[in-house]
């Protein structure tokens, strides 16, 4: 089983809404991460977390929360989002398969904020 | 800093055709380098990977090149067909960092015409 799964697969919120994006994989990967992409655009790195420990892009604001519940979820939770933040939200893991580190994306989140 | 080019950024074919999608990188200390293939919305999935050892690999009707010392990759795609209507994404994960550091193309976007 190679596969990330991502719910849900659209959302869309207000500014003033509390929501949460998940993220899952039974691969084993200790590395989970999530990534932003707007348009025409190629993803951009949000949050890692390798071995439950978690790094952060420090040009991401705080609106943006990750949880990291045990090694084969991944959380993003969301708060006070500003129309700008609509866009896909592409989730990862990363794990040696065959001998060799890969990376497996999700089918992502497509976010809209009202 | 690695940056990552990929040229064309948009392409339009007939279909039958054999097409070659072009991708630069600056920075010759990879790990891996891997084409993706994204559909409009959706997440990416992986072609192609080619190890930093490697100067190839073949899946199909696409093969992969790698040429370190000029900086570059291409994926080949033979007898293209309708369905191969998407973006393609070449990504570069460094030795250091690894998939924390992944630098993305900015893709190509292909159509190939019925």
């Not at chain 1, 089983?1 to 809404?17: F, R, S, Y």
């Given at each position: 089983?190679?596969?990330?799964?991502?719910?849900?697969?659209?959302?869309?919120?207000?500014?003033?809404?509390k929501?949460?994006?998940?993220?899952?994989?039974?691969?084993?990967?200790?590395?989970?991460?999530?990534?932003?992409?707007?348009?025409?655009?190629?993803?951009?790195?949000?949050?890692?977390?390798?071995?439950?420990?978690?790094?952060?892009?420090?040009?991401?604001?705080?609106?943006?929360?990750?949880?990291?519940?045990?090694?084969s979820?991944?959380?993003?939770?969301?708060?006070a989002?500003?129309?700008?933040?609509?866009?896909?939200?592409?989730?990862?893991?990363?794990?040696?398969?065959?001998?060799?580190?890969?990376?497996?994306?999700g089918?992502?989140?497509?976010?809209?904020?009202? | 800093?690695?940056?990552v080019?990929?040229?064309?950024?948009?392409?339009?074919?007939?279909?039958?055709?054999?097409?070659?999608?072009?991708?630069?990188?600056?920075?010759?200390?990879?790990?891996?380098?891997?084409?993706?293939?994204?559909?409009?919305?959706?997440?990416?999935?992986?072609?192609?990977?080619?190890?930093?050892?490697?100067?190839?690999q073949?899946?199909?009707r696409?093969?992969?090149?790698?040429?370190?010392?000029?900086?570059?990759s291409?994926?080949y795609?033979?007898?293209?067909?309708?369905?191969?209507?998407a973006t393609?994404?070449?990504a570069?994960?460094?030795?250091?960092?690894?998939?924390?550091?992944?630098?993305?193309?900015t893709?190509?976007k292909l159509?190939?015409?019925?």
């Open positions: 089983d190679t596969e990330v799964t991502q719910t849900p697969k659209h959302l869309v919120m207000g500014m003033t809404n929501k949460s994006l998940k993220c899952e994989q039974h691969m084993g990967h200790r590395a989970m991460y999530w990534y932003k992409q707007k348009a025409k655009k190629p993803p951009e790195l949000m949050f890692v977390y390798s071995y439950e420990k978690l790094s952060i892009n420090e040009s991401v604001p705080s609106r943006f929360s990750p949880e990291c519940p045990n090694s979820l991944l959380n993003l939770h969301l708060h989002l500003q129309p700008e933040d609509s866009a896909l939200y592409l989730c990862a893991s990363s794990g040696r398969s065959e001998g060799r580190e890969t990376q497996y994306f089918p992502g989140t497509r976010l809209l904020v009202l | 800093k690695q940056e080019t990929q040229i064309p950024a948009a392409l339009s074919v007939p279909e039958g055709e054999n097409l070659v999608l072009n991708c630069s990188f600056t920075d010759s200390a990879i790990y891996n380098l891997q084409w993706f293939r994204q559909d409009p919305g959706k997440g990416l999935t992986s072609l192609l990977l080619i190890q930093s050892s490697q100067r190839e073949t899946s199909g696409l093969n992969a090149s790698l040429d370190k010392s000029s900086g570059r291409t994926l795609i033979a007898a293209s067909q309708p369905g191969d209507s393609y994404l070449c570069a994960t460094p030795f250091s960092g690894g998939y924390q550091k992944v630098t993305f193309g893709g190509t159509q190939v015409i019925p």
